[in-house]
């Protein structure tokens, strides 16, 4: 079994061109096994595939992986999705149905995008009372329940329960009904509406916890950080190129530090 103790799994997302040896994927579980306290993680995750080759690459590197089969439709999502597109804002809403469907199933999760590194044990800075966690873009004030901020679906932590079910079902729909428009964007619209409506405790991390290339502000303070996104980057390359960079400074770090598991 995936799970903690607690029911909660660690879910990712991956397609042919980010699977690829020598792509994201790689340096992804690279991160996990030469993290802090991270390794032991990796009996949690389970890799979710877009297509049969990014599944086959997964059951070469990983003992975790699903196949998250496209029924009903012929669209081909192993090739790099651009954004806001089409297949993209398809891919978008499938992984939210997918994760709808883990908590129904009475799981919690930790969803994380594959573009990003786990320096630290994340789920150590998601506050006990919260039943729904999200990054965000840029992280201002620090005041976590101020939900004035732009939401980053890249990591999300979701707590089963009926009233976050029902925040995910709503959450769905209003996306149905709003063409053109991607997870995130959608959240942000409602999550007011819906977190009142359902009960819900949402939430946003702060940056120097969760961080990325788009709140640079805050530079990169390994002294707090647990994971780094890729986030405002364009293009599978750049962002590849410059994670590796950023877990680089992270190992420098580490080993100036001492830091140990």
Same mark, same amino acid.
């Given at each position: ?40 993680? +990796? ?13 086959? =690459?997964?059951? =070469? ?27 993209? +804002? ?29 320096? =630290? ?72 509406? +819906? ?22 502000? @805050? ?21 590849? =190129? @410059? ?19």
């Amino acid at each position: 079994m995936a799970a903690m103790d607690d029911k909660t799994v660690i879910l990712t997302l991956t397609n042919e061109a980010f699977s690829a040896p020598g792509s994201l994927l790689d340096l992804f579980l690279h991160s996990f096994r030469a993290g802090v306290r991270t390794a032991p993680l +990796l009996r949690h995750l389970v890799i979710v595939a877009a297509d049969a080759k990014a599944y086959e =690459r997964c059951r =070469r590197v990983h003992r975790l992986c699903y196949h998250l089969r496209a029924n009903g439709t012929a669209a081909d999502y192993s090739a790099e999705l651009p954004f806001m597109k089409r297949n993209y +804002l398809d891919m978008m809403w499938r992984r939210n149905r997918f994760q709808a469907r883990v908590l129904a199933l009475g799981y919690s999760f930790v969803f994380t995008d594959v573009d990003i590194v786990w320096l =630290r044990n994340p789920l150590l800075r998601v506050p006990v009372g919260a039943d729904l966690a999200m990054s965000c873009d840029k992280f201002y004030g620090d005041n976590p329940y101020d939900l004035d901020k732009k939401a980053n679906g890249g990591f999300v932590y979701a707590r089963a329960s009926a009233r976050t079910a029902a925040f995910y079902e709503a959450w769905y729909e209003a996306g149905r009904a709003r063409p053109g428009k991607n997870e995130q964007d959608v959240f942000d619209e409602l999550k007011r509406e +819906l977190a009142a409506r359902h009960g819900v405790a949402a939430q946003f991390v702060d940056t120097a916890y969760l961080g990325g290339f788009c709140d640079r502000r @805050k530079g990169r303070d390994f002294n707090k950080l647990c994971t780094y996104h890729g986030n405002c980057l364009v293009g599978m390359k750049t962002k590849l =190129r @410059k994670l590796t960079r950023v877990f680089a400074e992270w190992n420098k770090f580490r080993t100036k530090a001492k830091l140990t598991d």
